[in-house]
Nanobody, 126 residues
Framework: QVRLVESGGGSVQSGGSLRLSCAAS????????MGWFRQVLGKEREGVAS???????SYGDSVKGRFTISQDNAKNTLYLQMYSLRPEDTGMYYC????????????????????WGQGTQVTVSS
């Protein structure tokens, strides 16, 4: 089992930055893919970024060049650094994980992640 706890959300103005963190506990040593999803009320969940154990990362088209996913394996922590935030980045951001598989240069669909955090809200005002 893997437990995920996000932090770092908040309210910022357009063009601002935020860094989200996700503390992972439990079986974090197996080969795994981790990532970030976001959801706006009434819309489908959107894959933001994913990262393999070796650090290989993938990004959704809407965040490429603005967001960076990273991890500190010693601290079992996943990060999402967000720059140049836009109002359309507003939503609940979830940390996700799946064991025993690689991301392999993609962001698996929302039903492929068995582990989800509780979410942290990001609000970007214009």
């Amino acid at each position: 089992q893997v437990r995920l706890v996000e932090s770092g959300g908040g309210s910022v103005q357009s063009g601002g930055s935020l860094r989200l963190s996700c503390a992972a506990s439990g079986d974090t040593y197996s080969r795994r893919c981790m990532g970030w999803f976001r959801q706006v009320l009434g819309k489908e969940r959107e894959g933001v970024a994913s990262i393999d154990s070796d650090g290989s990362a993938s990004y959704g088209d809407s965040v490429k060049g603005r967001f960076t996913i990273s991890q500190d394996n010693a601290k079992n922590t996943l990060y999402l650094q967000m720059y140049s935030l836009r109002p359309e980045d507003t939503g609940m951001y979830y940390c996700v994980a799946v064991r025993w598989r690689r991301c392999d240069g993609a962001i698996p669909g929302p039903y492929e992640w068995p582990y989800w955090g509780q979410g942290t809200q990001v609000t970007v005002s214009s």
